[in-house]
């Protein structure tokens, strides 16, 4: 038989020429607490692989997540190869009340029952839903930035995390873990064909060094494919795919410890900083009064018509493609004491990013805001865990961070820009062409917690879980701006025409300096789980949770200036700590021998002090329209409450179901001086009856929309529904000198979000994304052992355009109703071989 697969292998090779490919790629990380990987099994041993029994590690322990009294979702390493989910938005397809919206490597977010907590580009900010990769926690959202191949699993934690699993956070985490090196050599290359002229390649090799004690890994992976977006100005491709990672592992087992090492490398090069345009701005104000539009605008104070109102069809001026870097290492050392397990993870991060946006869209050179960020992220935890199995289960440890954070923010200014921003035709264009206004904002953290937690098993039905962290932090923040260009002047920096077209273009300031500000926390996290389980089938469970995070340090702090340009205040330059407040109420099933799964949580959670994008109003540009600045600061109270549930079912053998949903209800409590949106801020000449344009307005009892500054739109329901069967077809190749058995697989699965608002609450214009389905599909076939599979799948079958709204058209800036970077209808096929 080893000589007909050799043979089919030889065959199969040289019909599609991947004996000649050599990179493919990954993203790496690291795991703990796995196995090593086993021989390959033996046909006989295959049976229902399509859905495998995963592990969970949400409490540092090896648990079935049916026995663990939390609301976990996990999505194993044979889905993730099947259905190809290999970046964080595509798991939103298997996870209720999961949201990533991944669409730059500055401004991602995670989002948990509708909190993702500062999206929208806050670099001096921690995200709500923490992201841990193999026991190390990433802080900056931009390592969110990544397609996570080679993966054992991804779980989804929901509540604060902090009593055990790295750093604080307020509404959940993420945690992803990826295959050990494995002591049975083995190599696997998958490739992928898709439509946009997507090629993806990936090259996994692992195997011993010497034998029984050092193992080692490599993946390799890359991926390329046009945009579908063109750009008219120069046909550039937007939204394309231009990215590659590589990761090597080292794995060392002594007599009584386990050392992993890892370094990773990813690189991004894409042309993926966009978000389009649709219509133009609002006509009345709510008021009533006429409303000056974006076309007229652009009409008066260039002399330029409007080219397309469609945002697949863009006129993007001097679009560069967006630099990305990460490079990480890290290492795990577990060793026993006794019947005790004492573990050490140090780990090392740095991300890059070297943005070159727009100067305009509609062939217009007006200006281009961008951000270069770095940050150095330096982790160290020690933990020492009992065995599992015991009456009282315990883990100890302690957490240290370090992180710094350079966040170089400027505005280039373009041979537009003196007209549009002076609001007049004939001024002078070197006012502002060639200048720019930059900010060099800086935040920096230092963090250490004493964690434990600790479960009581009473009886054979009752146990209790409990646990604390005491979190020492100091975050240190600054904010420094200036103009920078080419003087007009020998006597002058520059002249007071350019320092004055600098300050009507950014609202009032020019130069500023923060200064160096700190503020020193003590948090306590706190977590109280009991749970019952009534018979084998039956488990019901209660938590109450306390989580917390210190202030976030806005590294765009501004001074605060009047209508006369008058200074009034500095925006905060770190803000209030949040404190999370978090009830769950479950029950976890499992009836007919484990053939069907069902599970249930309601939940409660109060934030205060919540962290968020907020903005000010208290400035007017020289129409009389108050000028939109942007900080961090913080919301008095949200509430988010709602119902999930998740299941499988499998009627008959090979064939599962498998269903989840989720009702939620996320508003404001308290947050009583919002911004209004844009159709509120009429300038002083469109007053009625003498009544100026409110600067701020109440959102208390309103439900959170994407129509608010750093929030993204919250579906009230959504739900997913899938399957995935084999069938076992025999030795269908036996002719073609394959003598094997092998298996047709079919998948499918919708994930469904009800009607949503994307304008915030009191906009008069509102605006809905309305329900819609994302559908994916494959099928194909495969060998029981493993060796081979081909695949033909689809993705986003019926072509669904998820819009976002952040507000409604501003006509002093741009139409602003934009669309996230969801792909349209993609499909194609992959092959995998196991190469040996």
Avoid at 216 to 222: A, G, I, K, S
Avoid at 631 to 651: A, K, T, Y
Avoid at 829 to 835: E, G, M, P
Wanted: aromatic share 12%; no cysteine.
């Amino acid at each position: 038989m080893a000589s007909n697969a050799l043979a089919f292998r030889r065959r199969l090779l040289s019909s599609v020429g991947l004996a000649s490919v050599a990179l493919a790629g990954g993203i790496a990380l690291s795991s703990t607490g796995q196995a090593l990987a086993e021989d390959k099994p033996k046909p006989s041993d295959v049976q229902d692989t399509q859905v495998e029994e995963v592990k969970v590690t949400a409490r540092k322990r090896e648990e079935k997540v049916q026995d663990v009294p939390l609301p976990i979702s996990v999505v194993g390493a044979k889905t993730q190869e099947r259905e190809r989910l290999e970046r964080l938005q595509d798991f939103a397809q298997k996870v209720p009340n999961f949201v990533p919206s991944i669409t730059n490597p500055r401004t991602s977010a995670m989002s948990i029952r509708g909190i993702s907590g500062i999206s929208g580009g806050a670099d001096g900010s921690e995200s709500a839903v923490g992201l841990i990769v193999d026991n190390v926690f990433y802080t900056h959202v931009g390592f969110q930035w990544a397609d996570f191949v080679d993966l054992q699993s991804l779980e989804v934690v929901r509540g604060p995390q902090g009593t055990l699993l790295g750093k604080n956070t307020t509404v959940g985490a993420v945690v992803i873990r990826t295959q050990l090196p494995s002591f049975a050599r083995s190599a696997t290359s998958e490739t992928t064909f898709g439509n946009y002229d997507r090629v993806t390649q990936k090259l996994n090799v692992t195997g011993p060094i010497i034998d029984d004690k050092l193992a080692y890994r490599v993946t390799l992976y890359y991926d390329r494919g046009n945009g579908w977006i063109n750009n008219q100005f120069n046909s550039q491709q937007l939204l394309d795919n231009n990215r590659w990672g590589v990761r090597g592992q080292l794995y060392y087992v002594g007599d009584n410890f386990t050392d992993r090492f890892i370094f990773d490398r990813l690189r991004s090069d894409e042309y993926n900083n966009y978000g389009g345009v649709w219509g133009n701005s609002f006509p009345f104000y709510a008021n009533g009064a006429p409303a000056r539009t974006y076309a007229q605008n652009l009409a008066s104070r260039l002399r330029m018509p409007i080219l397309t109102y469609s945002p697949y069809q863009p006129y993007l001026t001097r679009l560069g493609k967006l630099d990305q870097r990460t490079t990480g290492a890290s290492n795990e050392l577990n060793y026993q004491l006794g019947d005790n397990t004492l573990t050490a993870v140090s780990a090392w991060r740095e991300f890059i990013l070297h943005p070159n946006n727009a100067m305009g869209n509609q062939l217009t050179d007006i200006s281009s805001n961008a951000y270069d960020v770095t940050v150095d992220q330096y982790s160290h935890e020690t933990r020492l865990a009992s065995p599992a199995g015991q009456e009282l289960e315990w883990t100890i440890g302690n957490y240290n961070l370090y992180e710094r954070i350079f966040s170089y923010n400027h505005v280039d200014y373009g041979s537009d820009a003196s007209q549009w921003f002076a609001n007049n035709f004939n001024a002078n264009p070197l006012n502002l062409w060639g200048l720019s206004y930059r900010n060099d904002g800086k935040a920096r953290t230092f963090s250490t917690a004493a964690f434990g937690q600790a479960t009581w098993h009473i009886d054979e039905q009752w146990a209790v879980t409990a646990g604390l962290r005491d979190t020492y932090e100091i975050r240190e923040g600054s904010n420094f701006g200036w103009i920078q260009g080419i003087p007009n002047s020998t006597s002058l920096p520059f002249t007071m025409q350019q320092i004055n077209a600098v300050s009507q273009a950014t609202g009032g300031t020019t130069y500023f300096d923060t200064g160096g500000q700190s503020q020193a926390v003590n948090s306590l996290s706190g977590l109280f789980n009991p749970s019952y389980r009534y018979n084998e089938n039956i488990m019901a469970y209660g938590s109450a949770a306390r989580g917390e995070k210190s202030g976030a340090v806005n590294t765009q702090a501004l001074p605060i200036l009047n209508s006369r340009g008058q200074f009034l205040a500095w925006q905060p330059v770190i803000t209030k700590p949040e404190v999370s407040w978090d009830y769950e109420l479950g029950l976890k099933t499992n009836w007919l021998e484990d053939k069907l799964i069902l599970n249930g949580n309601f939940y409660w959670n109060d934030i205060f002090d919540f962290q968020s994008v907020l903005v000010n109003t208290d400035y007017a540009d020289v129409t009389g329209v108050p000028i939109r600045k942007n900080f961090l600061g913080n919301i008095g109270h949200v509430r988010l409450r709602g119902f999930e549930f998740d299941g499988r079912w499998s009627p008959i053998d090979r064939l599962w179901f498998t269903f989840s949903g989720a009702y939620t209800n996320a508003q404001y409590v308290d947050y009583a001086k919002a911004a209004p949106p844009n159709e509120w801020l009429w300038p002083a000449s469109a007053n009625v009856n003498g009544v100026n344009a409110p600067l701020y307005m109440s959102l208390s009892g309103h439900s959170i929309t994407g129509g608010v500054a750093g929030n993204n739109p919250v579906a009230p329901v959504s739900a997913n529904v899938g399957f995935n069967h084999e069938y076992p077809l025999g030795a269908a190749f036996r002719e073609y000198g394959y003598t094997g058995p092998v298996s047709l697989f079919s998948y499918s699965n919708a994930a469904w979000s009800a009607k949503t608002q994307l304008s915030a609450p009191n906009s008069i214009y509102p605006l809905y994304m309305p329900s819609y389905a994302i559908w994916n599909a494959g099928v194909g076939l495969k060998t029981d052992d493993d060796t081979y599979s081909f695949n033909l799948f689809v993705r986003n079958l019926l072509d669904e355009r998820i819009i976002i709204a952040q507000n409604v058209g501003n006509p002093t800036t741009a139409p602003s109703l934009t669309f996230s970077a969801n792909n349209p209808r993609t499909f194609g096929a992959t092959l995998r071989i196991k190469l040996y």
